[in-house]
């Protein structure tokens, strides 16, 4: 399979831990996303990364989040100190950056994080 | 069937009938937009996509048209079939200067009967 790939599927943390996702990316795409998704809402851009670098934080990252891309392939996204709020799909996608264009996020299925 | 906007979340249609699903979209200044199909438990699958220099674009059994003027854009399912059920997402983006950014619509849930 060589579409997005996320580990884990699925999350069960006590409020106050850290977690940790990972996210593998199509090979050839430059460009990496994280999203969330709450149940029944669209997906809300949390950041991404060109390359190695992130090149845009939404202000729904609070300082407890912090996402990296350190060699320009997988990335992982860590929340410190888990809050009850944060409990949702944690979603990946990845594109390609076609010259002057836009083109198609693909999505990954996602890990479900539940908090207690 | 068709639905009538974002504050409608439900479609239902009968197997072998079209299905037009419809979004409203916010900024006028978006020039990119994109069909996708969530399934449960799974993340978003792209559809469609087109460009704000087109009115209209056609895939396998997907139509997508773009009508800049009201900012309306719908999705055509052709012969819906029972696969075809799932939530239905659009998205737009500002173009490259947001950094290829999609903000989503709420979604509308298409429920296609045997």
């Known amino acids: 399979d060589t579409g997005v790939s996320q580990d884990p599927r699925h999350k069960i943390t006590k409020r106050g831990q850290n977690v940790t996702f990972r996210c593998d990316p199509i090979?050839?795409?430059?460009?990496l996303y994280w999203y969330r998704q709450t149940l029944g809402q669209g997906p809300e851009f949390l950041t991404y990364?060109?390359?190695?670098?992130?090149?845009?934080k939404s202000r729904l990252l609070s300082d407890r989040f912090s996402a990296e891309r350190p060699k320009g392939s997988f990335s992982t996204l860590e929340i410190q100190r888990t809050e009850q709020g944060d409990s949702a799909m944690y979603l990946c996608?990845?594109?390609?950056?076609?010259?002057?264009?836009?083109?198609?996020?693909?999505f990954g299925n996602g890990t479900r994080l539940t908090v207690t | 069937g068709e639905s009538v906007g974002l504050h409608l979340p439900t479609l239902s249609v009968q197997e072998g009938d079209n299905s037009i699903i419809n979004c409203a979209y916010s900024n006028s200044a978006s020039d990119y937009f994109i069909w996708y199909k969530q399934e449960s438990g799974k993340g978003p699958q792209f559809i469609i996509d087109i460009r704000s220099n087109m009115d209209k674009r056609q895939g396998q059994r997907v139509t997508v048209l773009l009508n800049k003027t009201v900012k309306h854009l719908s999705l055509q399912i052709a012969a819906t079939q029972p696969g075809d059920s799932a939530v239905y997402f659009c998205a737009e983006n500002i173009g490259e200067t947001s950094g290829s950014r999609l903000t989503f619509g709420e979604g509308t849930q298409l429920t296609v009967n045997p």
């Open positions: 996608a990845s594109s390609e950056r076609r010259g002057r264009g836009n083109s198609p996020l693909h």
């Open positions: 990364f060109q390359n190695e670098a992130q090149l845009e």
């Open positions: 090979s050839e795409h430059n460009r």
